[in-house]
């Protein structure tokens, strides 16, 4: 059986009213990204999404008033993102515009017939803004002089204040990423990216001249410069044919730190991992890995004792020191103005939040900078000790706030829409239960603030990633501060919702984000879902008959196991973007894989698939996609449609034509909302 759900019915999502508040109102907080702090300190940026309109907001110092420099004003689909500053703060420059999928064509989910392209923006803190190039991920030279920026691989730059016509500097094979600039403004290094390997490259403008430092048969990344512009430092990950996905790495040939001389090009080790836990690189979340002080040392993170920890040593080698230790895990760390300290994100003492740290280069005691039971993310570094970060709590959207001698504040909570529901929202319980084969799960629990006797239709919500962490409040993604939205929407509804922090997860240590056979090697993650659903069907205030699924992406996935392995528990659900067979994934983010050749690998992520189980399938569920997304393939959803036809299986399906992954146009998420509600009020038959 097959049913079709329409895009474009406006009229459905604001029909979709709850009792209270409406999901057009729980979805209306504007929503910000990429704070970026002026190389001074004296100023920071941040993207702010209000409802599809994205635009850049600047708060400068003392005041930290925020101001708007942009004037965009329609939900386009066109990504805002890739901040960079002229050394003076009067302008940024930013990205406007996606990544080019593999036919070359920009996300383009309005359908504008003139088409889309990806460009670099300029913008005046006192002025207007203007295009400047095509490409992205612009960096901005320390003298002010020039911008430089990738388009198609290659390096572009421009003289700034602008006017000239942007020039191409490189042509080299692979792809440049990862731009640096020299202190003295006279070179550019970057990551060139040759699929098994990369190379470290250093183009110097003065000569036009192109060389690679310390080369290997590895994949070199993450260059960072020394204060003095003498030599570049780098992380090097041993290089390998064929690197499985979606598969536990807990040990391999260890990764190290390498710094080269930047015009002779000889490199030398200065610190590499033990053999096991901590072998394999893992990046901590943020755009820097490695943190060059002037003071001589270079921070980084590393996973040496199963947790990811930052460490510092001095450039010139030696063991490293701790600078943090204990059951917890590190998240954005940026360097201080003066560079003596780290200010860093983390779980510390608080399993489920995240809060702010700040701890010396050379180690010492960590200084808590907030507390309580908000989210604080995202730290930028301010001159006078100051740090801009993005808080949230259980019933208060993301924003920006500033941290000053220990007082927090907040700046754009004046932003607040009038129809925005927080006096109705919900505080989400921490709660654990155990899966099957032991492992213990964290999940937070969300119930209706007024239950009424009796049992409610429950819902699990899995989160994609899957290498990601739900937290006991708004979080600081906006994919996923969607899906926190949503959640609160359905408890409104009368639904019981069940967020899980699923095995192969962050914020648990490594051993459990590298959770054996999990993935395609054996889906073992799947056991705390299930284990999920039993935890609901045992409570009191739980109908059993009406427990559903939702999630996306890897979420996706998981939600489709459920249906596929266990329809008797799993009454229904919603699979948005979903992986259905890990063989078409693994080859559209490993393109040399081929299965026929992999027989054992192929045939263990085929039963790690929902589609292996496809004969068991009986609950109806619901299915969205876009069909430009790079992260799941379309041909995902196509297969398993064909399977569903053929066992007789009910489903629905909302398709957004030119639409991405992390869909672009809000109004794609509210359409994508309202359906799911929809669906699973059909199935699941909350109490009216």
Same mark, same amino acid.
């Given at each position: ?39 001074? @300190? !004296? ?36 990504? =805002? ?6 050394? !003076?703060?009067?302008? =940024? ?25 990806? /460009? ?15 490409? $992205? ?59 098994? $390997? ?74 590499? *991992? ?109 001159? !006078? ?25 907040? =700046?754009?909570? !004046? ?16 709660? /654990? ?73 962050? @914020? &648990? ?36 008959? $009406?427990?559903? =699924?939702?999630? @996306? ?6 939600? *489709? ?15 948005? $973007? @979903? ?9 559209? &983010? ?60 009910? &489903? ?20 994508? &909302? ?15």
């Amino acid at each position: 059986m097959r049913c079709l759900i329409l895009p474009l019915l406006a009229v459905a999502v604001c029909s979709a009213a709850a009792p209270g508040f409406s999901l057009k109102d729980v979805m209306s907080a504007p929503f910000p990204t990429d704070l970026t702090a002026a190389p001074h @300190g !004296d100023a920071f940026a941040w993207v702010m999404e209000a409802e599809g309109v994205r635009n850049i907001w600047i708060a400068r110092a003392p005041a930290f008033a925020p101001v708007r420099i942009t004037s965009f004003t329609e939900d386009d689909g066109q990504s =805002l993102d890739e901040l960079a500053w002229v050394p !003076d703060a009067s302008a =940024l420059l930013f990205t406007r515009g996606g990544n080019a999928n593999a036919r070359g064509e920009i996300p383009n989910p309005i359908l504008n017939q003139q088409g889309e392209h990806q /460009e670099i923006w300029m913008a005046a803190v006192r002025g207007s803004a203007r295009k400047v190039g095509n490409g $992205h991920a612009a960096a901005v030279s320390p003298d002010g002089k020039t911008a430089a920026w990738i388009q198609g691989g290659q390096i572009w730059s421009v003289s700034l204040p602008g006017g000239d016509s942007p020039a191409l500097i490189t042509q080299a094979r692979g792809s440049a990423r990862n731009l640096a600039w020299s202190p003295d403004s006279s070179r550019v290094a970057f990551s060139s990216d040759r699929t098994d $390997h990369s190379f470290i490259g250093v183009y110097n403008f003065r000569d036009r001249s192109l060389e690679y430092l310390d080369t290997a048969a590895d994949l070199d990344q993450s260059p960072v410069w020394s204060p003095d512009g003498n030599e570049v430092a780098f992380i090097r990950v041993p290089g390998g044919r064929y690197a499985f996905a979606w598969g536990p790495k807990r040990t391999g040939q260890p990764w190290s730190i390498r710094i080269a001389d930047a015009r002779s090009g000889k490199g030398r080790e200065v610190w590499r *991992a033990h053999e096991g836990i901590g072998s394999v690189f893992w990046p901590m979340p943020g755009s820097h890995q490695l943190l060059w002080s002037a003071a001589g040392r270079i921070a980084f993170p590393w996973e040496g004792d199963g947790w990811l920890h930052l460490y510092s040593m001095p450039v010139g080698g030696g063991s490293p020191t701790p600078l943090t230790t204990g059951g917890f895990e590190i998240d954005n760390a940026a360097l201080t103005v003066d560079g003596k300290a780290i200010v860093f994100a983390s779980n510390l003492n608080d399993t489920d939040r995240r809060h702010l740290w700040r701890v010396d280069i050379g180690g010492g005691v960590i200084t808590q900078l907030t507390k309580g039971t908000g989210i604080e993310t995202q730290p930028v570094a301010l001159a !006078d000790g100051a740090v801009g970060f993005v808080r949230s709590e259980a019933t208060a959207f993301p924003r920006v706030a500033i941290a000053e001698n220990l007082a927090v504040r907040d =700046l754009t909570a !004046d932003q607040i829409p009038a129809a925005f529901p927080g006096a109705s929202l919900v505080t989400p319980e921490p709660v /654990e239960f155990t899966a099957a084969d032991g492992i213990r799960i964290h999940a937070q629990l969300f119930r209706p603030s007024m239950t009424s006797p009796g049992r409610h239709p429950a819902v699990v919500f899995i989160h994609g990633g899957s290498r990601r962490q739900m937290l006991l409040g708004w979080h600081s993604m906006l994919y996923y501060s969607q899906a926190y939205a949503f959640n609160q929407y359905l408890t409104s509804q009368g639904y019981i919702v069940l967020s899980i922090n699923y095995r192969s997860g962050i @914020g &648990y240590g490594e051993r459990f984000r590298e959770a054996l056979r999990y993935g395609a090697t054996g889906g073992s993650e799947y056991a705390d879902v299930l284990a999920a659903g039993n935890y609901l069907r045992g409570r009191a205030d739980v109908d059993a008959a $009406h427990v559903g =699924l939702w999630g @996306g992406s890897y979420g996706g996935y998981l939600t *489709a196991m459920g249906l596929a392995k266990n329809s008797g528990i799993f009454a229904a659900g919603v699979d948005l $973007h @979903g992986v259905h067979d890990w063989n078409l994934e693994i080859t559209n &983010y490993v393109p040399e894989y081929e299965p026929v050749k992999r027989q054992a690998v192929s045939t263990t992520a085929f039963q790690s698939s929902p589609m292996a189980f496809i004969s068991t399938w009986k609950s109806p569920v619901l299915l969205i996609h876009g069909d430009d997304d790079r992260n799941v393939v379309f041909s995902q959803t196509v297969l398993l449609e064909e399977k569903l036809r053929a066992q007789g299986v009910h &489903y629905e399906e909302l398709i957004f034509p030119d639409e991405v992954h992390e869909f672009l146009l809000h109004a794609h998420w509210l359409q994508a &909302y309202a359906a799911a509600n929809e669906f699973l009020k059909k199935y699941l038959k909350p109490a009216k």
